[in-house]
């Protein structure tokens, strides 16, 4: 089993910054990447910003020059910095991570943190 587990978030107020982590555990062989996903109110997930093993990353234009993401392989865990937040970024964040268990062959799998709030707002 391999377990995500989120830490961050909170109220923020409209130009604040924010960090979220996100650490892996488990029986897990590596982890090919990792991501950050939310929520926003009325709509469908959607991805924030992601991570491969190889430190190649991809963000959503909403974001883009705003957030960064990193990642400490030791610790098999992520990080999203979000500065100058803005109330369109008030969602429930999600952690994501694409993982190959121990014993588990050449398959990879899709793993979920819990959700964690970030409300921006004054």
């Known amino acids: 089993q391999v377990q995500l587990v989120v830490s961050g978030g909170g109220l923020v107020q409209p130009g604040g910054s924010l960090r979220l982590s996100c650490v892996a555990s488990g029986s897990i062989f590596c982890i090919n990447a990792m991501g950050w996903y939310r929520r926003r109110p009325g709509n469908q997930r959607e991805l924030v910003a992601a991570?491969?093993?190889?430190?190649?990353?991809n963000y959503a234009e909403a974001v883009k020059g705003r957030a960064t993401i990193s990642k400490d392989n030791a610790k098999n865990t992520v990080y999203l910095q979000m500065n100058s937040l803005k109330p369109e970024d008030t969602a429930v964040y999600y952690c994501?991570?694409?993982?190959?268990?121990?014993?588990?062959?050449?398959?990879?799998?899709?793993?979920w943190g819990q959700g964690t709030q970030v409300t921006v707002s004054s």
């Open positions: 994501n991570a694409d993982v190959r268990p121990r014993g588990s062959g050449p398959r990879s799998y899709d793993y």
């Open positions: 991570i491969t093993s190889g430190g190649s990353t």
